[in-house]
């Protein structure tokens, strides 16, 4: 829920970054004076983006590393009992994949294309428009 708040955040940052420089751009000003103020308001803006980073790096940073403190020893102990469970359900799985490929192939060796019906004009009979 928190990287909902963040990402609409930065959103507004950015739009309000390119609304500023769009603006800027097309304000009836000479050259020189249109590249001053691009500089200026880049610092601003720079300078604006780095306190943003360093504010969202303070408020979320506590909360990631609590929540990797806590999901560290769960992931663990999740992979520690699905590693076997998943090598159980293998060892069952193979064997019935084994088997059903086989009765496919002798399957297929018995039943080939000669059952299809031809019409005279070498269309299948059920294809016919």
């Known amino acids: 829920m ?6 609409f955040t ?3 940052l950015v739009g309000g970054i390119i609304g500023t420089v769009i603006g800027i751009l097309i304000a009836p ?3 020189e004076e249109t590249r001053a103020d691009l500089l200026e308001k880049s610092d601003l803006i720079r300078h604006k983006a780095d306190e943003f980073s360093e504010t969202i790096r303070d408020r979320v940073g ?3 590393d609590s929540i990797s403190e806590r999901l560290g020893p ?3 102990a ?3 009992k699905l590693i076997p469970a998943v090598e159980n359900a293998r060892e069952k799985i193979i064997p019935l994949v ?3 490929n086989e009765r496919f192939s002798d399957f297929s060796s018995t039943h080939t294309d000669s059952t299809v019906s031809k019409t005279p ?3 299948d009979a059920g294809n016919r428009s």
């Open 29 to 31: 000003k000479p050259g």
């Open 74 to 76: 769960t992931v663990e």
């Open 98 to 100: 084994d088997q059903v």
């Open 78 to 80: 999740t992979r520690e």
């Open 10 to 12: 930065t959103g507004l």
């Open 121 to 123: 004009e070498g269309e």
């Open 62 to 64: 506590p909360t990631v």
């Open 2 to 7: 928190a990287n909902e708040g963040s990402g």
